[in-house]
């Protein structure tokens, strides 16, 4: 996997992680109000690293498969390109959509418009889905880069795709 690769799913594994610590500190207040500003700061931030790192990835993949056409490849090949990036990046936006809406749901829950019950439940569903989208995104981005490696070498793809 390129370094390109490798920074977007750093971010992403980062977010992540400071989503799941963020959830352990809201355990241990356990709503008290004391803990709650840096919950919410935690959580705001583990929001906009997971929304960074993941529409990254999408927009990543949406330049290469742009750059296709240009780069001589059969279309069995570029199909084969487009489907790897098709799910990756379809995991990827879900994630991104996820965070975003577990940060809207909390915000309510605070604010009193929606049960402030069901925020551990969400925030769970929340970081399996992300967990799941870092495994998703770290293969469905090595087998684009094998790919592009492996139509690199007959000389058929530009420098720049994958790199």
């Known amino acids: 996997m390129n370094h390109w690769a490798r920074i977007q799913l750093g971010i992403v594994t980062a977010g992540t992680l400071l ?8 355990l241990a207040v356990d709503g008290g109000q004391a803990g ?7 959580g705001l931030v583990a929001t906009l690293l ?18 296709l056409p240009a ?25 991104a959509a996820a965070a975003l809406a577990h940060l809207i749901w909390a915000g309510r829950g605070f604010s009193g418009g929606a049960p402030a019950s069901r925020h551990g439940l969400f925030a769970l569903a929340t970081a399996l889905l992300l967990l799941g989208s870092i495994l998703v995104a770290a293969r469905g981005l090595g087998r684009h880069q094998r790919l592009a490696e492996s139509f690199r070498a007959d ?9």
């Open 50 to 67: 997971i929304v960074l790192g993941e529409t990254w990835i999408v927009v990543y993949l949406a330049a290469c498969a742009r750059r």
């Open 19 to 26: 989503f799941l610590a963020t959830g352990l500190q809201g």
């Open 71 to 95: 780069t001589g490849l059969t279309a069995e090949e570029a199909r084969a390109l487009g489907r790897s990036a098709r799910g990756t990046s379809a995991v990827a936006g879900a994630a």
């Open 36 to 42: 709650f500003p840096l919950h919410t700061r935690l």
């Open 155 to 163: 000389r058929r793809v530009l420098d720049s795709l994958g790199s």
